[in-house]
């Protein structure tokens, strides 16, 4: 079964094509990438997807319900972590952590149980009353992360998560990100950072709104030619610029 | 030098780059002045009213086309009873019945008093209308400044003071805390800026657009209302840039007191406008405010400023006239300024 | 309802959560409830007046005798010229010179109208004056005029001002709170993430009124405690009236914040824009000068300001004691605001 199919989604601003003719399916409990130089299209695409802004043509179908649909019982299956940091920052994490448990529609014990939990799964005891303002970044987005999951979706949608973040905290980042994989959860996540894409399953390429390739890591260097995904990157952009 | 140069610039374009709030920035004093300007006044002018003719003779009947006639009123109906009177007044149709007795040449008026001003504006004139008591010695009064005792040459000048105090200080109020909320301040407090070169930097764009708004704000007053324009238009402007500078001045303050735009604006809104319109001598007279009042409205900028634009509009007062109220003016900015570099955040917490 | 029940606790956390907006809300206005209310005297005390008799008679010192006697008057002495009579007034050292020149039947006033209503009032009382002096002859076709006041009969201008300024203190309150909401979201980028949630338009709505609403009415009942304690202002008609209405008024007030909110870009904007509405409201309300003296087409619009049908209608309740049955036609136009905004908040609020 698909957690994602897109079929020919396509996003225009005035004359400009920001995505363009997308067409392809996410497996469920897939890690899958999104790669592609800034301005490619990463995160016009996962706004759409996540219902955030409407497709100029084009459908898709995000756990089995178009997106044009805007249904509340798909909003309660995915998670997002968008990529400008959004959780209030004058509340603390446990203020955050209740809002968007409660609005999600957990019940009190389940809330309950799912903060404490989050407090052993990301080492935040004692910092748990702390506005998020005052969170080292990192921090930051491991609790934007556990706030996506809170509501155990069936897909989260992260955009950039690890944008400005030191190459040990990326690394601890990505572990979470493989483990709630390993649970069944379906991730979408864009990066630019190339390392990354080793972790995932499967990984898309945008060049300027075009998905330019699809395949697994491995297989990507492979028909590339190539030993890293750098090369593979910087082959299909120069690709696509010509 | 040149990284105030910078600064400045960078603060134009974020003025200039958003046509919606530049439209507002210019337009709201215009349409504000032209709109009070009109709607502002003190004569009456069509005031409902009601008649209950107990007299019924040829007499009262006269009184009654008098009161008609002249403009003042508009008469909405007969009443016959003390219980109609007190329905009309408690549905708020009527503000005044005028009664004729049956008894003598007299004339008793109901007046509703919910609205003391509208109340003694309304016996005044009715009493205009229809007594014809005058002294046995001729009063020969004339009105000095504003000799058709014109509500506009009243209440414009003091249109001009709450306009400009307030979309001043809104301009620079939420400078300083918009930068904290978007966190740029951050990026501004690391360069070789110094708070004060910051603070002016803040300032001095929006001192031009404060001439632009003096300027458009004089021409309405000129050729719109014709308010007299008895002093000299560089000194009136001299002090109206002086008072929008004091204006600004205050909002910067705000701004390094608050911490979010919300509360710069319920502090420069909330905080300034009622005391603004209230306490600076536009609608009431303060030399009439009890004494704790009147102390109070020295702290008030903008009413020095009406003193001093009155002053300079309506009798030609020269600068030694108003000497006092532009060195207050000046004093009052002095002050902000200093404050506002003294608290500017150093660093972020 | 549990959905909402967590947006509420969210918003009541944030509002209260900068320390410096407890004071703002609440003592803020209380503070110019008490001090501004005193700010509408219209009686004019203490009106400086020069007397320059030139006829030296008997009848003349009567006359200025009459003006020291006068508690309304301060006699200024020292004009005795043209010159100082001119200096005077102009450096505003006195509002009006009674000049009685030598012989003649009349007597010339000058007066100082930058401040016009002054002015008009001193004309009056000096013919007063001088009508005591020179009593008027009354003839068989002269009407005397005289009049009462109803629900005020002291004309006190605080048990009008106190409920006035109270109602514009709300009125702030809650419109500026409204209007700088919704875009803050937008702002600091916790839209996007509210959107992906299953919150509805109309949770989120209804989040974002309720709180600034009880606020409002606290801040009301606040008020009216205070008129009462400090000002001895008891409302004459009904409490439940008074509540009743000003839930609907606070209603339509926040919908129209809260529509300035959803079609603005940045908090600069709604904050600009609210600020023109409420100068214009606040300034058109009747407060300070009535609507009946506004040009016509003025009038037309000022039927579109809610502070104004508001003001009037407290002001009925409060002092002259109207009912339910009174103000319907008020509470109906103010349902229809309520309405007409919300549902331009609803529309325009882009998801
Ligand atoms: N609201 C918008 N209006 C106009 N252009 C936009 C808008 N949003 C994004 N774009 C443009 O679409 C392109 C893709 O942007 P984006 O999806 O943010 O790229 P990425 O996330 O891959 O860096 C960029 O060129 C960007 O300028
Ligand atoms: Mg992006």
Redesign the interface.
């Known amino acids: 079964m698909n957690a994602i199919e897109t079929h020919h989604l396509t996003k225009r601003f005035g004359g400009f094509t920001a995505v363009d003719d997308l067409t392809f399916s996410v497996r469920a409990g897939e890690i899958f990438g999104f790669l592609g130089a800034n301005g490619a299209g990463k995160t016009t695409a996962m706004k759409m997807l996540t219902g955030l802004a409407a497709p100029t043509s084009g459908d898709a179908t995000v756990a089995g319900r178009s997106i044009r649909d805007h249904a509340v019982s798909v909003k309660k299956r995915i998670g997002y972590m968008s990529q400008r940091f959004s959780l209030y920052e004058d509340l603390s994490v446990r203020e955050n952590l209740r809002f968007f448990g409660g609005v999600y529609g957990l019940d009190d014990a389940t809330l309950a149980d799912r903060i404490a939990r989050f407090e052993t799964t990301y080492h935040m005891s004692g910092r748990m009353h702390t506005r998020v303002k005052e969170l080292p970044l990192g921090i930051k987005q491991n609790v934007a992360f556990g706030t996506a999951l809170l509501h155990q979706p069936d897909i989260v949608f992260l955009d950039e998560p690890t944008g400005g973040v030191d190459p040990i905290t990326r690394r601890r980042f990505w572990g979470m990100l493989v483990e709630e994989a390993a649970r069944g959860t379906t991730l979408f996540v864009t990066t630019h950072y190339m390392d990354e894409a080793e972790y995932c399953d499967r990984i898309g390429m945008m060049v300027d709104g075009k998905l330019v390739a699809l395949d697994t890591p491995a297989r990507l260097k492979q028909t590339m030619g190539v030993a890293t995904m750098d090369d593979v990157f910087v082959k299909l952009a120069r690709g696509g610029a010509a | 030098m040149n990284a105030f140069l910078g600064f400045i610039l960078k603060e134009f374009r974020h003025i200039l780059r ?1 046509r ?2 530049l439209a ?2 210019f337009g ?1 004093p215009i ?2 002045l032209l ?2 300007g ?11 009213i009601a008649v209950w003719d107990q007299a019924r003779t040829a007499e009262s009947r006269a ?1 009654i086309a008098r009161l008609e006639a002249g403009g003042y009123f ?1 008469v909405m109906g007969r009443v016959d009873s003390e219980t109609q ?3 009309l ?4 149709v009527v ?1 005044q019945v005028v009664v004729f007795p049956t008894d003598g ?17 309304l ?2 004139y ?2 205009g209308v ?18 058709g ?3 506009a ?2 209440f414009v000048p003091g249109l001009m003071a ?2 400009l105090m ?1 979309v001043s200080t ?1 301009m620079t109020s ?1 400078s300083l805390t ?1 930068e904290k ?2 966190g740029t301040l951050e990026t501004l407090l690391a360069s070789p800026l110094a708070p004060a070169q910051i603070i002016w930097g803040k300032v001095l764009p929006y001192l031009l657009v404060s001439f632009v708004n003096v300027g458009t704000v004089l021409v309405i007053a000129r050729a719109v209302f014709g308010v007299p324009f008895n002093g000299s238009v560089a000194l009136f402007i001299f002090v109206s840039l002086l008072y929008a500078f004091t204006a600004l001045a205050l909002g910067m303050l705000i701004s390094t ?7 710069a ?3 420069s ?3 300034l ?3 603004t ?3 600076s ?1 536009f ?3 303060i ?4 004494d ?2 009147q102390a ?1 409205s020295h702290v008030i900028p903008a009413r020095w400023y009406m003193v001093a634009n ?2 300079i509009l ?2 030609g ?1 020269g600068l030694a ?1 108003i000497g006092r109220e532009v060195l207050i003016l000046a004093g009052m900015t002095a002050l902000f300024l200093t404050v506002s570099i003294r608290r500017f955040p150093i660093r972020l917490d | 309802m549990r959905i909402l029940r967590f947006i509420l606790v969210k918003e009541f956390t944030q509002i209260f959560r900068d320390k410096a907006m407890l004071p703002i809300l609440f003592v803020l206005p209380v503070v110019q409830l008490l001090v501004l209310s005193h700010a509408a005297v219209f009686e004019v005390n203490g009106l400086r007046i020069a007397v320059w008799d030139q006829d030296r008679t008997e009848e003349s010192r009567r006359l200025e005798q009459a003006f020291r006697a006068n508690t309304y008057f301060e006699v200024v002495e020292g004009v005795q010229n043209e010159a100082a009579a001119n200096r005077y007034l102009r450096e505003g050292r006195v509002n009006a010179v009674v000049m009685i020149p030598r012989g003649s039947g009349v007597v010339h006033v000058r007066i100082d109208a930058v401040d016009g209503y002054t002015a008009g009032i001193a004309d009056a009382y000096i013919r007063q004056v001088v009508a005591s002096v020179w009593p008027p002859a009354i003839g068989p076709d002269t009407r005397i005029v005289s009049g009462r006041f109803r629900f005020n009969p002291e004309l006190d201008d605080k048990r009008n001002m106190v409920p006035a300024i109270l109602v514009l203190l709300i009125t702030m309150l809650g419109a500026f709170l409204s209007a700088m909401n919704i875009v803050r979201e937008r702002e600091i980028g916790t839209m996007d993430q509210l959107d992906v949630t299953p919150i509805t338009r109309a949770h989120f709505i209804l989040g974002k009124l309720i709180p600034f609403w009880l606020i409002g009415l606290g801040m009301f009942g606040i008020g009216l405690t205070v008129a009462w304690a400090v000002f001895g202002i008891v409302s004459a008609g009904p409490l439940p009236v008074l509540f009743g209405t000003a839930a609907l008024y606070l209603l339509s007030v926040l919908g129209l914040g809260l529509w300035v909110s959803s079609v603005s870009d940045t908090q600069h904007q709604a904050m600009l824009v609210a600020w023109f509405l409420l100068v214009v409201f606040i300034l058109m309300s009747g407060l300070f000068t009535p609507v009946s003296s506004m040009p016509e087409w003025a009038r037309h619009i000022a039927q579109l300001n809610p502070v104004k049908w508001y003001i009037d209608l407290v002001r009925r309740v409060m002092l002259a004691g109207a009912g339910w049955a009174d103000v319907l036609p008020s509470v109906g136009v103010l349902a229809v605001f309520a309405v007409a905004w919300n549902s331009l908040a609803w529309w325009s609020m882009r998801r």
Do not use: C, W
Not at chain 2, 105 to 121: C, E, F, K, Q, Y
Not at chain 2, 130 to 147: A, I, M
Not at chain 2, 287 to 290: A, D, E, T
């Open positions: 958003d919606r709030t507002i920035l709201l349409v504000q709109l009070f009109y709607a502002i006044r003190n004569e009456l002018t069509s005031a409902e009184a508009r009177v007190d329905h007044f408690r549905r708020g503000r040449p007299r004339v008793h008026l109901i007046t509703d008093g919910s609205d003391p001003n509208m109340a003694r504006l016996q005044r009715t009493m229809l007594s014809d008591v005058e002294p046995g010695k001729d009063v020969r009064t004339t009105y000095l400044y504003n000799p005792l014109k509500s040459n009243l709450v306009i307030l809104l939420i918009r909320e978007t007191v608050a911490r979010t735009q919300q509360t604006m319920m502090l809104l909330g905080g406008l009622l005391p319109i209230l306490l001598g609608i009431y007279p030399s009439n405010m009890p704790i009042l109070i009155r002053a309506l009798k007062a006239d």
